[in-house]
């Protein structure tokens, strides 16, 4: 079945420092892959996402590229700031017309001033 | 354009007692899901709608849950009798099949079962 594997959190970072979230993943076809982003006390919002091998999706200064061949899609920011500490999740698409996602179990992030 | 909308936002209630959580998807999208997450089991899915037909509720924890959605708009997942460890934040999301997938979530219901 399908499956979303991300690093071993929490990171601590302090601010402009370089991100990269690792995520990994199986998947039978061809999904859809996302970033999700939670801050305290709300629900997930999409941050970025990519549909086909070799896209590059990027939103509020965050990247992350679809690579096939090593079946990952890492998160990376180049100077993170305080108001990105959140919880990060990694989630793909089910093949198929489902529109079901799975998740990876998230990773906690914190920027210190 | 109003997000999924969900209530209460908050709900603390007493082992035993019936709890109904609410749900109103973004008008339009015909796919309805209901998540609960902890600090233990992480995010998991419970239940999806389609057109308002339930797919798969493989993850409905037990016969104490039970999720409807009577029409395109509203949707409830009902707990009858609550226990102290349903205690969680529950989400509802939508999307819709003409989309890449994402869903939009909403802000959840944060239950306390004392």
């Known amino acids: ?113 | 354009d109003a997000g999924v909308i969900q209530s209460p936002r908050h709900e603390v209630t007493e082992m035993g007692q019936e709890v109904t959580l609410r749900c109103k998807p973004i008008s339009g999208h015909d796919y309805l899901f209901w998540y609960r997450q902890t600090m233990m089991r992480g995010l998991e899915l419970l239940i999806y709608f389609n057109n308002n037909v339930p797919i798969d509720d493989s993850g409905m924890p037990e016969d104490r849950f039970s999720a409807k959605m009577p029409n395109a708009s509203f949707s409830t997942l009902k707990i009858q009798p609550s226990e102290p460890r349903d205690s969680a934040v529950y989400f509802c999301a939508s999307t819709t099949g003409q989309s890449s997938y994402e869903q939009y979530f909403g802000p959840g219901t944060r239950l306390t079962v004392t």
């Not at chain 1, 590229?65 to 999740?89: I, P, W």
């Not at chain 1, 989630?91 to 079901?100: P, V």
Request: one cysteine or more; aromatic letters at 12%.
């Open chain 1, 1 to 113: 079945g399908n499956s979303v594997t991300q690093m071993e959190g929490p990171v601590t970072l302090s601010e402009e420092a370089f991100l990269t979230i690792n995520c990994t993943y199986t998947a039978t076809g061809y999904p859809s892959l996302f970033w999700y982003v939670q801050y305290p006390g709300e629900g997930l919002q999409l941050l970025l996402k990519a549909t086909k091998a070799d896209d590059k999706g990027s939103n509020k200064g965050f990247e992350a590229t679809y690579r096939k061949e090593t079946t990952s899609f890492h998160l990376e920011k180049g100077s993170v700031q305080v108001s990105d500490s959140a919880v990060y999740f990694c989630a793909l698409s089910d093949t198929g017309a489902n529109s079901k996602l799975t998740f990876g179990k998230g990773i906690t992030l914190s920027v210190r001033p």
